[in-house]
């Protein structure tokens, strides 16, 4: 520890103003606050301040994405933790160039981008599409906004959609049937070139053509999906941790979960066809990562309280229409782009019933 | 409005409940300046020797408070600057109260309710009232619409009413008594905890006769005990001739002191608390008590920072403060930040408390934490979280008047209420990004008064 702090003390000099790595000094300044936590003094009151910071809160959203990594690498394979790295990678240039050019500080919000961003793709994706899904996403989605904090669109998904588009065939092959007996794919690497012989349908996909997965099978992750999404009970686990520490809103997920299993349920009695039922469609899909971990992000959900909820009810019936009524599968991403979009909205609406209450106080 | 929002800091250094009495010492050193005063007018000259209660100087913009000698000594003026040395003190024989001592804007014919709020300004108790929309010092001869009389601090670590009540309950329940005496039929709100203690049940006990006084009870939580909070709760508005009156616990000792006793306000129950101090406890003293030392050996050797007030809504005591002012209520004595910590927020933190239950703590029960003044953690944009909406008493929304401000638009951030933000520095606190909200607030509500001040300017002359 000590030797690290020497370290960095004798490298800092480098970066000084007028030094040739200057440019670079947002890099060394996260590497060192990285390990060590700045000095900063409050200077006027509160002169206390709250132990929790972006860092904090940032680790505690990549702690809890951590049960659903791990059953998409037990189900998938190997392939999985490449793309996160991948992910990492290439999502970590476009930050660090920018906040060079920008001369600001580097963000952590990128760290659970580039963790969320593998885990909401087909798990055999070629890696060079992970890169480029996630470079537009973090230039597009994030640092044309103005960077963490400003950006409309949560970064992961304008990534998906973009290469929905791009690539619509990889995108919607690429499944891997899992396998659930130890070890699982554990030991094995699954790429897109290997997968025609063990590719899988995801449940929603068979779901069309008549076949229904057990539920018991979705619970606990044994069926085709987005990396991710595939374990419920490992979702459960992370998004139950992110609401006790408050840092996912719980009424988001609430409001998400169940404005959607109201709108399954009047699609699945009024409808003609067979339409599963709710609590099938609860577990199928990406409705409860997107739910847990893809709606709740703080920066593109509204951040008044009443704007949160009709976010939450937008995202959770939008998401039941579009697997009903278009010829989408899945409707989770569209769902929570249309959300983002409202967010301002709703914001200011929200905004405007909270100023009509304080009109009257002096 | 209900009482929304609200939080009570965990922190190390919470004063016992005893007072400790000091001795006097041989000089004061009486600051012209304070939070709400700044005593411009001289009554004395240099070399003067003066009793205890002689008026040393005014306040000419706040209805002429008086600075009063607290002991007997001799004025030096320009020992040190911007404050008001009395050298060889002692304890000398009290100044008479002389009629003719008149400022010269009150009625000529003082009826008995006049003479009485007279008594209270020139005894310097008024100086323990607030007006409880603008923390500003009201108008004496003025008409209240209500009193407010809290017996709570909650802000740590301030004197607290309960430690000040204990010994003096009877004067207290005296001075509730007095204060009716000054109005007609006004409403007297009495601010209680909510909580089953023996203290509050004796208060209680003792004011049921009265009709006009009415108890409120209140959750111990920060900051409950704001005036601004409690009017907007008590719903009482903001009305120009009509000012809300509000005062604590020694507001009211000091009111039955004044009229009951007919003596000069000379001390104060304050306490010295916080992490980096020694031994925490309510100490007795009177304006102009030496800083130095009042507060060796009361405080951690290492670099510290002193605070006057509280941690969230305090302020540090200048350099060159060379003694106690007349209106402090606690003294905070807070750790310099000196060392980085190694990986902090990769680690559980069982011993760090948070209002988000993102540290292992969460899993305990409230402890008290030994903060020092770091700010733990890097600045960052808002993510929107939406901590301090939830946590601001005032009900206004800290992230959006942030943005505002960010674009410098002071008009729409005044539009969604920045004036009803009471400054109680909880949004700042548990910011995850840092931000010095409430800092940034303050001045713009500055940056407003000084505009609208000028626009009156405009407008008179037309
Ligand atoms: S607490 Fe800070 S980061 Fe959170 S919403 Fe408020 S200003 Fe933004
Ligand atoms: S906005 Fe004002 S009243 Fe609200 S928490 Fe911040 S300082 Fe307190």
């Not at chain 1, 490449?82 to 050019?101: N, P, Q, R, T």
């Not at chain 1, 961003?117 to 890169?131: Q, S, T």
């Not at chain 2, 509500?445 to 002359?461: N, V």
Request: charged share 20%; with cysteine.
């Amino acid at each position: 520890m000590k030797l690290l702090e020497r370290l960095l003390d004798r490298t800092r000099g480098a970066f000084a103003e007028g030094k040739r790595l200057h440019r670079t000094k947002p890099v060394f300044d996260a590497a060192e606050n990285f390990f060590f936590a700045p000095i900063s003094r409050a200077k006027s009151a509160p002169f206390v301040h709250d132990p929790l910071d972006i860092k904090r809160l940032m680790s505690m959203v990549i702690i809890a994405i951590l049960p659903a990594l791990a059953c998409a690498v037990y189900f998938f394979g190997l392939h999985v933790l490449a793309m996160v790295v991948v992910s990492y990678a290439a999502g970590g240039i476009v930050e660090v160039l920018f906040a060079v050019v920008r001369k600001e500080e580097i963000n952590e919000g990128f760290l659970v981008t580039g963790m969320l961003f593998p885990l909401i793709l087909p798990p055999a994706l070629p890696l060079w599409m992970v890169a480029v899904g996630v470079m537009f996403g973090v230039l597009v989605g994030k640092e044309l906004f103005g960077g963490t904090g400003r950006n409309l669109f949560n970064p992961a998904l304008v990534g998906r959609v973009f290469l929905a588009l791009a690539y619509p065939a990889a995108m919607a092959g690429n499944w891997i049937s899992p396998v659930a007996e130890p070890p699982g794919r554990i030991l094995q690497y699954v790429s897109s070139g290997a997968v025609d012989a063990i590719a899988g349908a995801t449940p929603l996909a068979a779901a069309k053509q008549g076949q229904l997965a057990g539920l018991q099978e979705m619970f606990l992750g044994n069926v085709a999906g987005s990396a991710g999404e595939t374990s419920a009970l490992a979702i459960l686990l992370g998004g139950i941790l992110l609401i006790m520490t408050r840092v996912a809103s719980w009424r988001i997920v609430v409001g998400v979960l169940g404005s959607f299993l109201l709108m399954e349920t009047v699609l699945h009695y009024t409808l003609p066809g067979p339409i599963p039922p709710p609590m099938w469609q609860l577990l199928a899909g990406g409705i409860l990562f997107g739910a847990f971990f893809m709606a709740t992000d703080p920066v593109t959900s509204p951040a008044t309280t009443g704007g949160k909820w009709a976010y939450a009810i937008i995202i959770g019936l939008a998401t039941a229409l579009i697997r009903h009524l278009t010829g989408y599968v899945e409707g989770v991403m569209f769902a929570i782009l249309l959300g983002n979009i409202c967010a301002p909205l709703l914001d200011e609406v929200a905004v405007a019933v909270r100023l009509r209450r304080l009109a009257h106080e002096s | 409005m209900k009482l929304r929002g609200g939080y009570t800091v965990q922190m190390a250094g919470k004063p016992v409940g005893s007072v400790e009495v000091l001795p006097d010492p041989d000089e004061l050193y009486l600051p012209l300046f304070s939070r709400r005063f700044r005593f411009t007018e001289l009554c004395v000259g240099d070399g003067d020797r003066v009793r205890p209660g002689k008026v040393l100087a005014r306040d000419p913009s706040n209805h002429g408070v008086p600075l009063l000698a607290p002991r007997e000594g001799t004025v030096r003026l320009n020992a040190i600057p911007r404050h008001l040395v009395l050298q060889n003190v002692s304890a000398g024989v009290p100044e008479p109260l002389e009629d003719s001592d008149e400022p010269s804007h009150i009625p000529r014919n003082l009826g008995s309710v006049e003479m009485k709020r007279n008594k209270l300004l020139l005894l310097g108790a008024w100086q323990y009232f607030f007006d409880a929309h603008s923390g500003a010092l009201p108008n004496p001869f003025g008409t209240p619409q209500a009193v407010i009389v809290s017996t709570l601090n909650l802000e740590p670590f301030l004197g607290r009413g309960d430690v000040q009540l204990r010994a003096r309950l009877k004067s207290f329940t005296r001075g509730l008594e007095q204060i009716q005496t000054l109005l007609e039929y006004q409403p007297i709100f009495l601010i209680l905890p909510k909580v089953a203690a023996a203290l509050a049940e004796q208060v209680s006990q003792a004011i049921r006769g009265y009709a006009h006084i009415k108890p409120v009870h209140v959750p111990l939580r920060y900051p409950f005990d704001n005036f601004t909070v409690l009017a907007r709760y008590l719903g009482l508005k903001r009305q120009k001739d009509q000012p809300v009156w509000a005062l604590r616990t020694e507001g009211v000792l000091a009111l039955d002191r004044a009229l009951t006793a007919s003596k000069p306000c000379d001390l104060r129950v304050i306490s010295i608390g916080g992490p980096a101090a020694t031994s925490p406890a309510h100490v007795v003293a009177m304006p102009g008590y030496p800083l130095k030392t009042l507060l060796s050996k009361r405080i951690a050797d290492g670099p510290v920072r002193v605070l006057n007030g509280g941690v969230l809504s305090g302020q540090e005591i200048a350099p060159d403060q060379a003694g106690l002012d007349c209106e402090c209520l606690g003294i905070t004595a807070l750790g310099e930040q000196t060392e980085r910590e190694f990986l902090a927020f990769v680690r559980p933190g069982a011993g760090r408390w948070s209002y988000s239950r993102c540290f292992l703590s969460a899993l305990r029960r409230p402890m008290p934490e030994r903060m020092t003044t770091a700010i733990r953690g890097e600045h960052r944009p808002c993510v929107s979280c939406g901590f301090c909406e939830e946590i601001c008493p005032a009900g206004i929304m800290p992230h959006l008047l942030h943005k505002l401000l960010y674009q410098d638009d002071l008009e729409a951030a005044i539009k969604v209420r920045l004036d009803l933000c009471v400054a109680c520095g909880l949004c700042s606190f548990v910011c995850p990004s840092k931000i010095d909200l409430c800092g940034q607030f303050q001045k713009a509500m500055e940056t407003f008064r000084m505009e609208q001040m000028e626009h009156m300017a405009q407008e008179a002359p037309a």
